[in-house]
C-alpha cells in the first residue's frame, strides 16, 4: 500500500482528505506543520507529499525545500487556496511535482494523485547511466560505438594523418561539423586556426568577400579593407558547411585555391597565397546536382578526394543510450544537475525514427530536463510526437545493401498511455472508413509485439483502453462504458481482472 502524507495545518482539509481516500488502497498520514512533516519523512517515508503553502511556522516553499534536501526523488504538489503567478512560478522552479488551488475539484485531484505516485513507481525503476565513454569522447562530442560509427572513427584516423582534402555527408543534424572538429583536433594542424562557415547561412553577394576578404571601396560599404576567411586560417583548417548551397561564380574561385593555394580579395588585384585544409560537408546528394549542373563537376572530385558518411541516428540505434548519457552529463554540466532516466523512457527514444538525428535527441533531452518534476527524467517529459507511432508505417531505409528496418511504436506497456492514444470508439468501430485508419496501427501493434518477449497484444491494447477511457471521462464508468461499446459490468470486470486502481473510476 502506497503512503500519502498530507501537511497541512486546517482540520477541515485534514478530515475531507480522509473521506476522499477512505477507501482507496492509500494509506493517509496527516501532519499539522511543516516542521512535523519533516520529522515524520525519515521514518514513514512516504511515495508522495501534499502540503499547504500557508501556514504557521515554515510554509509550504520553505518545507518544499528542506523536503529536497532530505529526499531529492519524493514527488511534493504543494496547495493553495491563494494562487499567485508567483507563487506558482517559485514552486515549479523549487521542483514541486504540480501545484493545485483549493477547493479541489475531487476526481481531477484523485488523478493527480494518482499520476504522482506513478510517476515515484517510475523514478524508482530508473537508471542512472554509468560512464561508458573515455573523458576524450566526451571532449570532442563524436559519440558511438555501432559498426557505421566504427568505420567513421577509422576514416577520421586516416584523415588526420594527412592532409588530404575531406566531403562529410549525411543528414542534417548527423554531426558532420563535429567530426571535421575530430579530424583537425587530431591533425598536425591542431595548433592553428580552425574556421567554419555556412555557406548557406550567408547571402551570395556577401559569401565571396567573407571567404576571400576585400578591398577598400570595392562596394558600397567597404569602407576598409578586409581579409578574408582563407587569409585569417593560414596554415590552418577551413570548414565549409552546406557547400551544396554556393553560387557557381565562388564555386569557381574555391576550384583555383583547392588547385594553386591562390586568390584575390574582391575588387583587388593583388594575387595571395595560402596553405589552408579544405573539409567540406552538405547533406545534398552532389552527384545529383553536378548531373543538373547545378554543381562543378571539377570541384566535386576536388572536394571528394575522401568522403565520410556519417549515417543517421535511425540506423545506429545501439548508440542511442552512449548519446544520453553524455547529452545528460553536458547538461547537466551546465548547471541544471545530471539526471536519471528511466527504462521505458530510453525504450521510447529507441524505439522513435529521430528525423532531426543526434541534433534532435539532444533537443529533446534539454526540454525534459527542463519540464521534468524530479530527479528522474518520465516518459511524460518527452514531447508528445515521440510517444505517437511513426506515422503511416512509413518503412526506414536501413544501411546500403540491407532491407528495410521495421518500425516499433513508440510507447511501451505501461500504467499509462499517450494522450494521441487512438479514441476507443474507433476499436471497435465497424465503419470501412475508421478500420482503414485503425489498419496501420494494429500491424504496428504486432511489430511491437515481436520485438517485446511476452508481450500479449489483446490484454496489454484492452488494459489501456479501459484506463484512457476512465480518464477522458474523469473515472465515469458509465461513461467510460458507453466509449468503449460494453456494459458497466464488463467494465468492472475489466477493472478488476486487470488491476486498474480504484482511483480512476471514482463515480
Not at 547529452?327 to 527514444?349: H, M, P, Q
Not at 465515469?476 to 482511483?503: H, M, P, S, W, Y
Request: net charge neutral; glycine share 8%; aromatic share 6%.
Amino acid at each position: 500500500m502506497e503512503k500519502l502524507l498530507l501537511i497541512d495545518d486546517e482540520v477541515d482539509v485534514q478530515y475531507s482528505f480522509r473521506r476522499i481516500f477512505d477507501a482507496s488502497d492509500i494509506e493517509l498520514h496527516t501532519a499539522s506543520s511543516g516542521e512535523e512533516g519533516l520529522r515524520l519523512i525519515p521514518t514513514l517515508q512516504p511515495d508522495l507529499v501534499l502540503s499547504d503553502i500557508r501556514m504557521a511556522g515554515l510554509n509550504g516553499l520553505e518545507t518544499l525545500r528542506r523536503i529536497r534536501q532530505l529526499d531529492p526523488q519524493l514527488p511534493v504538489i504543494l496547495m493553495t487556496a491563494y494562487g499567485t503567478t508567483q507563487t506558482a512560478i517559485e514552486a515549479m522552479k523549487l521542483g514541486a511535482y504540480d501545484y493545485v488551488l483549493k477547493p479541489f475539484d475531487v476526481p481531477r485531484l484523485k488523478l493527480l494523485v494518482a499520476s504522482a505516485l506513478k510517476a515515484a513507481r517510475d523514478t524508482r525503476q530508473t537508471v542512472a547511466l554509468r560512464p561508458q565513454l573515455e573523458q576524450q569522447d566526451y571532449d570532442l562530442g563524436v559519440i558511438g560505438r555501432s559498426a557505421p560509427m566504427q568505420e567513421v572513427f577509422k576514416l577520421i584516423g586516416q584523415l588526420a594523418a594527412s592532409d588530404a582534402t575531406a566531403l562529410i555527408t549525411g543528414e542534417s543534424g548527423t554531426g558532420k561539423e563535429l567530426v571535421a572538429r575530430s579530424i583537425f583536433q587530431n591533425s598536425r594542424r591542431a595548433k592553428e586556426p580552425f574556421m567554419a562557415i555556412n555557406c548557406a547561412a550567408i547571402p551570395e553577394n556577401l559569401l565571396e568577400s567573407e571567404l576571400f576578404g576585400h578591398e577598400k571601396g570595392a562596394f558600397t560599404g567597404a569602407t576598409a579593407q578586409r581579409p578574408g576567411r582563407f587569409e585569417q586560417c593560414h596554415r590552418g583548417t577551413l570548414f565549409l558547411d552546406e557547400i551544396g548551397d554556393m553560387p557557381p561564380a565562388t564555386q569557381t574561385k574555391i576550384l583555383r585555391v583547392l588547385q594553386n593555394g591562390t586568390f584575390e580579395r574582391v575588387g583587388g588585384n593583388t594575387t595571395l597565397k595560402v596553405d589552408v585544409r579544405i573539409i567540406a560537408a552538405t547533406n545534398k546528394p552532389l552527384e545529383e546536382a553536378v548531373s543538373r549542373k547545378e554543381f562543378r563537376e571539377d570541384l566535386f572530385y576536388r572536394l571528394n578526394v575522401v568522403r565520410v558518411h556519417m549515417p543517421p541516428l535511425r540506423e545506429r540505434r545501439g548508440d542511442i543510450r552512449l548519446l544520453v548519457d553524455f547529452f545528460l552529463r553536458k547538461i547537466g554540466g551546465a548547471g541544471a544537475g545530471t539526471k536519471s532516466i528511466g527504462e521505458k523512457t530510453l525504450a521510447v527514444l529507441e524505439a522513435y525514427h529521430w528525423p532531426g538525428n543526434v541534433r534532435e535527441l539532444e533537443n529533446v533531452l534539454r526540454r525534459a530536463v527542463v519540464v521534468s518534476k524530479g530527479p528522474a527524467l518520465l516518459e511524460g517529459d518527452l514531447p508528445g510526437e515521440l510517444l505517437q507511432p511513426t506515422p503511416a508505417l512509413r518503412p526506414i531505409a536501413g544501411p546500403a545493401g540491407t532491407a528495410p528496418a521495421p518500425i516499433a511504436p513508440s510507447v511501451p506497456p505501461g500504467d499509462a498511455v499517450a494522450e494521441s492514444t487512438p479514441p476507443a470508439t474507433e476499436a471497435v468501430s465497424t465503419d470501412p472508413t475508421l478500420t482503414g485508419d485503425i489498419r496501420p496501427l494494429v500491424l504496428q501493434l504486432f511489430r511491437w509485439a515481436r520485438l517485446q518477449r511476452g508481450l500479449k497484444v489483446l490484454p496489454a491494447v484492452e488494459r489501456e483502453l479501459v484506463i484512457e477511457a476512465l480518464k477522458e471521462t474523469q473515472g465515469n464508468q458509465v461513461q467510460a462504458a458507453k466509449l468503449l461499446g460494453i456494459t458497466r459490468a464488463t467494465l468492472r470486470k475489466r477493472v478488476d481482472k486487470f488491476g486498474i486502481r480504484r482511483e480512476l473510476s471514482v463515480s
